[in-house]
């Protein structure tokens, strides 16, 4: 089994920033990709950013310019800088890994979300 972690939720004013951060554990031969999706109230759970192993990473065009993800491979960690924050992106953020688990093995694996409400 693989588990992923997320933290940095929270609540944020308009035009502030958070970073959130997920770190997987668990039966992991390598991480093929690992990127964070969002659920807003009402909403289909969509990609914000994603990050593939020798990749460049990956935008939703509404989070371009603002948000930013990066990747330590050594430590099975994903962040997600996210700045100029605005009420739309009030959603809870999902941590999703694709992962070669050590039995070989191609998985997908989802954390429990961080709620961020931006709000003034």
């Known amino acids: 089994q693989v588990q992923l972690v997320e933290s940095g939720g929270g609540l944020v004013q308009p035009g502030g920033s958070l970073r959130l951060s997920c770190a997987a554990s668990?039966?992991?031969?390598?991480?093929?990709?690992m990127g964070w999706y969002r659920q807003g109230p009402g909403k289909e759970r969509e990609l914000v950013a994603g990050i593939r192993s020798g990749g460049s990473p990956n935008y939703a065009d509404s989070v371009k310019g603002r948000f930013t993800i990066s990747r330590d491979n050594a430590k099975n960690t994903v962040h997600l800088q996210m700045n100029t924050l605005k009420p739309e992106d009030t959603a809870v953020y999902y941590c999703?890994?694709?992962?070669?688990?050590?039995?070989?093995?191609?998985?997908?694996?989802w954390g429990k979300g961080t709620l961020v409400t931006v709000s003034s």
């Open positions: 668990g039966n992991i031969f390598t991480i093929v990709a």
């Open positions: 999703n890994a694709e992962v070669i688990t050590t039995n070989y093995n191609k998985m997908q694996y």
